[in-house]
């Protein structure tokens, strides 16, 4: 069953709430989630997030179990977002890193996509698997979803890099930007004049963009 979501509020007056779901490996408080977070807030969104059950479990000493498939974690962010919607008023952004943002796309094909729901947030999304360009591309939650999505990547991230989605065509309703020389967590390497502060910041401030288009 869920937990208690963990909130990171704006000082300034609430644009929208993003909903937001952690990648596969990290909790919802990892490095990562708690910059991101930050830096939302920072620029007008209030940002909830939890924890899928297997991630949620490893909390209490459980043992360390892999993620289920993405499409089986569809219920528990349905269930996230209910809890959202008696909780809060205004605009929601369902997203996530990595593999939350891959069912978040997931849930908005869903056909009963709440009203308040505006759009959809991806922070990294996994198009295939890391490192295999060759393999099945993860398009189908992209393609199917009734809201606008907006994702966010790395120029070098092994789950999609620049170079590789250059050569895609992408549906309408999804806007893609990309961060400098930023790897799955957006980091760059040493040498780049980019920071992953920097990154994590444009992220944010690409998101605020986003929303006031909605």
């Known amino acids: 069953m869920m937990s208690t979501f963990l ?16 990648g596969a490996g990290a909790p919802m408080d990892s490095a990562f989630m708690n910059k991101m977070a930050d830096a ?20 209490t000493g459980g043992p360390k179990k892999p993620p289920p498939r993405a499409d089986k974690l569809i219920g528990e962010f349905q269930t996230a977002l209910q809890t959202l919607l008696s909780e809060t008023e205004g605009p929601i952004l369902l997203g996530g890193k ?54 966010l990547q790395g120029d070098r991230d092994p789950f999609g890099s620049k170079a590789e989605l250059d050569e895609i065509t992408l549906p309408g309703h999804v806007s ?7 790897n799955h967590d957006f980091g760059p390497r040493g040498k780049s004049p980019a920071t992953l502060d920097g990154n994590i910041q444009e992220a944010a401030r690409l998101t605020a963009v986003f929303v006031n288009s909605l």
């Open 40 to 59: 939302l807030a920072a620029e007008g969104i209030a940002v909830a997030r939890f924890e899928f059950a297997y991630m949620a479990g490893r909390r």
């Open 176 to 182: 893609l930007a990309y961060l400098e020389d930023g």
């Open 7 to 22: 909130w990171t509020r704006p000082d300034s007056e609430t644009s929208a709430t993003l909903l937001m779901a952690h």
């Open 98 to 151: 990595s593999m939350g943002g891959r069912v978040a796309a997931m849930l908005g094909g869903g056909g009963s996509l709440p009203g308040r729901v505006g759009g959809i947030c991806c922070y990294g999304y996994p198009f295939h698997p890391t490192g295999k360009p060759d393999a099945e591309w993860r398009l189908a939650p992209l393609e199917e979803a009734r809201r606008p999505i907006q994702i």
